[in-house]
């Protein structure tokens, strides 16, 4: 439960420190006040704080800027019996996520000033920071682009039409040159459903043994070569939403040598989950399959996809090709997903289950603990720019936003306890290592798991 009536400082002591933005990763003392990082030092004396002072013993524990998260669906306006602000929000707490950005597949969608001021107005108070995402085309619907100017006025962070592409290249060239002028990201779901007519998994060996249309790689590679051409040729601000393809990760490689200011990002779970998880049985092909013979939760655009990609998303991120982590939160609601695996619907429930996912990389010893952070941290604040830089940092005179983790605790997903509407993962009963302990947010304790935190919270 989170203490929200504590107002006062907070000293959170003992903990390892890792704050990529100062280039720090040691043991440290971190002092909050009045929203802001006070201090960060080897030691910091609890007796020289007024009585009103909290004191958490972080020993054993991850200390770092809060999460952000540049990609989730908080499904309002228009689908609150999926999610809303409030839920989606309260879920990023608990994943130690402390600002998100909603995409625009709303209804109506964040193609004017008036949904963006509605999403502000609902996020206000809200545990986590919540900015929009403005749409690329007038009511996502590819035709004609929306007003830019407009959107950026009221606040909007970026343009997406997520859940779909920017099919038209024309437009697309366009909103590039416009997000030159406006420092402003364009983030392109790179999926080609002309390559893909009625595709709903990975086309490969699991589609053929279900019997279902498949989604070749080339769908999402042929989408990601068209966009670092007009890159190239605009010199605009392009962000690749979700890569999930060996294919594509060698390209972003090879745009960024040639020096095309191109950003990436990968989800959690095409980091950890392979095409084998449709089959029902957790990734493992031998274990018999149960009744359905397959899992809806694992649908999801783009899909998953086969070891060979995952190996390469994973090596993408250690290596910097790739910016950021984002998780895609896409959370709907039961009956979408208990029907057939053509029928259901694409997504999956991430935000309380990525840092546990996450780790699995850390723990497989193929990204470093401080690297996962930086992506987590500095990596989506250099994707987006604009200010965001203050909320991925430990700098003393900046918003208190961190999150406290646990790197090596075990627990087992139980979507029962979702603070998301949206139970809709595959890894419901899966055993993680890595969770979130506390989440703070302008210095106020938005979220404490005290089976986290219990090793000696003295106040
Ligand atoms: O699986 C997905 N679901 N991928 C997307 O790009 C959109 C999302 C949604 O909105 O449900």
Known sequence: MADAHHNGPILIAGGRVIDPANGRDGAFDVLIADGLVKAVDRSIPADGLDQTAR???????????GFIDIHVHLREPGYEYKETIATGAEAAARGGFTTICAMPNTDPAIDNAAVVDYIANRAAGAPAR?????????????????????????????????????????????????????????????EDHELCPGGVMSEGWVSSRLGLAGIPA??????????????????????????STAGSVAMVRQAKERGIAVTAEVCPHHL?????????????????????????HTKVYPPLRSNADVAACVAGLADGTIDCVATDHAPHERVSKECTYHEAAFGISVLETALGTLMSTVHSGSISLPTLVERLTTGPARVMGNGFAQYASLTPGTPADLVL?????????DVNKFASMGRNTPLDGVTLRGRVGATVVGGRIVFEEPTVLNKGDVA
């Open 55 to 65: 004191v958490i013993d972080a020993s054993g524990l991850v200390v770092s800027p």
């Open 130 to 190: 919540v900015r929009a995402i403005g749409c690329v085309t007038k009511g996502r619907k590819g035709r004609e682009l929306a007003d830019m100017e407009e959107l950026i006025t009221a606040g909007v962070v970026a343009f997406s039409d997520d859940g779909d592409p920017v099919y038209d290249a024309g437009l697309m060239r366009l909103a590039l040159t416009y997000s030159r002028d406006l420092g402003v990201p364009i983030s392109n779901h790179c």
């Open 218 to 243: 080339v769908a999402e590679e042929a989408m990601v070569a068209r966009d670092i051409s007009l890159t190239e040729l605009t010199g605009g601000r392009l962000h690749l939403a979700h890569l």
């Open 272 to 296: 950890m989950l392979t095409e084998a998880w449709a089959l029902g049985g957790k990734g493992d092909p031998n274990v018999a399959a149960g009744p359905m013979a397959y899992d809806t």
């Open 405 to 413: 983790f646990d790197p090596d605790a075990g627990w087992t997903v």
